[in-house]
């Protein structure tokens, strides 16, 4: 306790009812999350199996307890749950399972499943755009986010303006009805389900009210309105709670979040205690100066002021460059001569940006300078859609329950498997408690599907189980694995599918890398049961998680990110380029009227930097293939004139001054040095 400030204190110590931290960039809300926890279970005697801790990272979460494990012994904090929203909703289906549509050995879809039967359903029923990729994803998001506000499908038509737009909402019916069909749930359900159970059943409600005695919330400000919801249901009228957010860095009104939740939180619970956190320990005064008068602009339920005992600090220095070449040039020649100049590690330098598409000029230029650098939001080995479906197809032989990955697989390659025929098979095996692979060699399917889809699919299960056999007994799997790969005709598939040569080369060097992979794990692996394929399987579906960790280590490169990815990170000097109108403010949020959150953005940027904050833009900048001028964006003139060093202004400034008025400041400068003397 004697190392939280006053504020923090007392954050931590109400336990006697609905509680609201306000807590601004870089004011310590994780010590005060994990030492409450601390304090509940040793001052407040609370059981651990009675506290309740939810976030929105795996990342956050393992934070979170390993800072709790090292304030308590182990014993103390068994039965604890810290997890992010959807791992908790997901523990909850599978406590209820009897109050949910689902059976026990229910698949999780993923994005891409999701879009693979979207785009199916369009086919079906021959809807135009049915393989736009652009028309897929709009569905997808329109699907996501009536799920997020608890709207049924029978009620979405009522949200629509757009007669055009209401094909989504036939489409999320048959989306919905085809989910339950497939014993499967996709990211939104692992949320939606369990708020629509406990609002649904009152002596469900009463049980888990009674289980969680006391609830903490991180990055409040991210919840959607199903998260919101099912807060409420958890804490009940009592509300004992605690939720950590900052208004100001609400940056993902694109997935669902809703900073007005915090307002809500005040109407619900009207004897809310709201504690705010202003100390940042993080940046220097010049640095929350600027982002303080950057984010006042914004309209706020909450008013806060973020201040530092870190001393002044350095000016924020806004550079003007002539094109986007220029720009990433000088941002990668700046790095490489302050770290120099000061002896620096490149880890403690950051470039940020609005879009993706921004840092290929930049990386250029640093892999010219030879500067080691980590693009962070890269897409992972394991994600491409190629190694996804091979995977696929060796986690159906190591668990041929796994209805996810039938369900990806069946119909890659082609084999004419329509939704009418996935989904009487899925009826089929709810109806009979067994898996979607189980269901095709039974015999009884004959009875309920049209003769070539049930030779099709009774051909599938044969060729599965005949490779499950031959994996089994065979010591070298993988030229087993390389020929059930061919036989399923997916390489012919990779080649027709692919939209360039390169493409098709990369994605078959993806294939033969994955083969290599599994050889490795044979090669290095010192008993002989874990040279089964079961067991290298298991070791493969591991190996993403093992990449998404070595990425988050504190390896010696520069970071480069965008500006949602740095959200709850800092870095010592920050670099922030493209500061335009159209490019930060994007021109999305300007047609949109979106703009706030744009600013929102920003103030997350600025408060990223711990020591130094350079901002830079680009006169003119490449689009479409063509050079077009741009403008200085909006956020640069809300910065507060005597924390900053804009020289190229400062020159303009000087240009457009009267002649007599630089006359008369040249005479004064003059008496004034005289004076002096």
Known sequence: MSQLNPKQQEAMLYVSGPLLVLAGAGSGKTSVITRKIAYLIEEC?????????????????????????????????????????????????????????LKGNFSIMDSDDSKRLLMELMMRDNLSGAESRELVGKAIKMISDWKNDLIEPDKAMETLDDPEDMIFATLYALYERNLRAYNAVDFDDLIV????????????????????????????????????????????????????????????????????????LKEDFPKLKIVMLEQNYR?????????????????????????????????????????DDDESERVAKEIVTHKLRFGNEWEQYAVLYRSNFQARMLEAQLRQLQVPYKLSGGQSFFARSEI?????????????????????VINTPKRGMGPATLEKLGLFSQEHSISLLASCTHAGLAHVLPSKAYSTLKEFGDFIEHYTRELDQHPDPVPIVRQMIDETGYIDFVR????????????????????????????????????????????????DMLEQQQEEENTNKVNLMTLHAAKGLEFDFVYIMGLEEEMLPHRNSILSETVEEERRLMYVGITRARRELTLTL????????????????????????????????????????????????????????????
Request: with cysteine; net charge positive; hydrophobic share 35%.
């Open 388 to 408: 996804k479906d091979v995977m696929s197809y060796l986690r159906l032989i190591l668990n041929p329950e796994d209805d996810s990955a039938f369900l990806r």
């Open 496 to 543: 027709s599918d692919s939209k360039t040569p390169q493409q098709e080369k990369n994605r078959i060097d993806n294939i033969d890398m994955l083969y290599t992979s599994i050889q490795s794990l044979i090669n290095r692996a010192e008993e002989d049961e874990d040279r089964t394929i079961d067991t290298i399987i298991r070791k493969l579906v591991l190996l």
């Open 618 to 677: 680009a006169t003119q900048r490449r689009a479409g293939g063509q050079m077009r001028v741009t403008s200085e964006s909006r956020f640069l003139d809300e910065l507060p004139e005597d924390h900053i060093d804009w020289p190229a202004k400062a020159k303009k400034q000087k240009a457009t001054k009267d002649p007599a008025a630089v006359a008369d400041e040249y005479l004064a400068n003059i008496r004034a040095l005289l004076g002096n003397r």
């Open 193 to 264: 389900l369990p708020t629509k159970i406990l609002r649904e059943n009152r002596e469900l409600r009463d049980k888990w009210q009674n289980r969680i005695r006391y609830l903490l919330v991180d990055e409040y400000q991210d919840t959607n309105t199903a998260q919101y919801e099912m807060i409420k249901y958890l804490v009940g009228p009592q509300g004992r709670f605690t939720v950590v957010g900052d208004d100001d860095q609400s940056i993902y009104a694109w997935r669902g979040a809703k900073p007005e939740n915090m307002g809500l």
């Open 45 to 101: 005697n609370m059981p651990a199996e009675r506290i309740t801790a939810v976030t929105f990272t795996n990342k956050a979460a393992r934070e979170m307890k390993a800072r709790v494990s090292k304030l308590l012994p182990s014993e103390k904090t068994r039965g604890l749950t810290v997890s992010t929203f959807h791992q908790f909703g997901l523990q909850f289906l599978r406590y209820e399972l009897l109050h949910t549509p």
């Open 283 to 323: 940046s220097t005064t010049r640095i929350l100066t600027s982002a303080n008068a950057v984010i006042t602009n914004n309209e706020h339920l909450f008013e806060k002021k973020l201040w530092s005992d870190k001393g002044q600090g350095e000016k924020i220095r806004i550079i003007n460059c002539r094109n």
